[in-house]
């Protein structure tokens, strides 16, 4: 059911526009800028994904760099601001688990995961974007527009994929794959 611009499946509500925008990721032009916006706050995040990282964090610190390695050492990745965690960037800008590669910011957790070291891939907010989940009384999926995404746009028109389905692994990871197939009958794939 379609309202507003809001489509509901199973109690969550997902804006159309995860539908209709075409969007992909095209490292080699933005050079991992969602990892490096400039802004007060980190990654969104939540105790439970704190915790695991806490626990995997002497692998994932074995991809990072002195500087990211002495800032999570002696001020921790996280932080807790109006009652929500956040990670932790470096001078309001990259986060504290960048490392970079041929130029392009990545993910040391992620690395991690992908080299087999850890079972967590990364927070749920970084694998989503660019969908943000915002709760009013449930879930609202919304796509957040960065200038810096303007690569990834024109690659999604190339590709011809949605950010429905770009975020398909992280859209089946956070809600299953059943809330996934009843979202993709909305786009027709």
């Given at each position: 059911m379609l309202i507003n611009n809001l489509l509901s499946i199973e109690e969550v509500l997902v804006r159309d526009e995860i539908l209709n925008t075409r969007f992909a990721c095209d490292l080699e032009k933005c050079k991992g800028a969602c990892c490096t916006i400039d802004s007060e706050f980190g990654a969104p995040t939540n105790f439970e994904e704190v915790m695991i990282i806490e626990s995997f964090l002497d692998e994932i610190l074995n991809y990072l760099d002195d500087v990211n390695k002495e800032a999570i050492c002696n001020n921790g990745f996280y932080e807790i601001k109006f009652d929500e965690?956040?990670?932790?960037?470096?001078?309001?800008?990259?986060?504290?688990?960048?490392?970079?590669?041929?130029?392009?910011?990545?993910?040391?957790?992620?690395?991690?995961?992908?080299?087999?070291?850890?079972?967590?891939?990364?927070?749920?907010?970084?694998?989503?974007?660019?969908?943000?989940?915002?709760?009013?009384?449930?879930?609202?999926?919304?796509?957040?527009?960065?200038?810096?995404?303007?690569?990834?746009?024109?690659?999604?028109?190339?590709?011809?994929?949605?950010?429905?389905?770009?975020?398909?692994?992280?859209?089946?990871?956070?809600?299953?794959?059943?809330?996934?197939?009843?979202?993709?009958?909305?786009?027709?794939?």
């Open positions: 965690y956040f990670l932790k960037s470096i001078d309001n800008k990259q986060c504290v688990f960048v490392y970079y590669e041929n130029g392009v910011a990545r993910c040391a957790i992620e690395r991690a995961y992908l080299d087999n070291k850890i079972n967590f891939r990364k927070p749920i907010s970084c694998h989503l974007f660019p969908i943000r989940v915002s709760n009013f009384g449930g879930d609202i999926l919304r796509y957040e527009k960065f200038k810096e995404c303007e690569p990834a746009l024109e690659n999604g028109k190339l590709k011809d994929l949605t950010i429905a389905q770009f975020c398909k692994d992280a859209l089946i990871r956070l809600y299953g794959e059943n809330w996934y197939l009843k979202l993709s009958e909305k786009f027709n794939r």
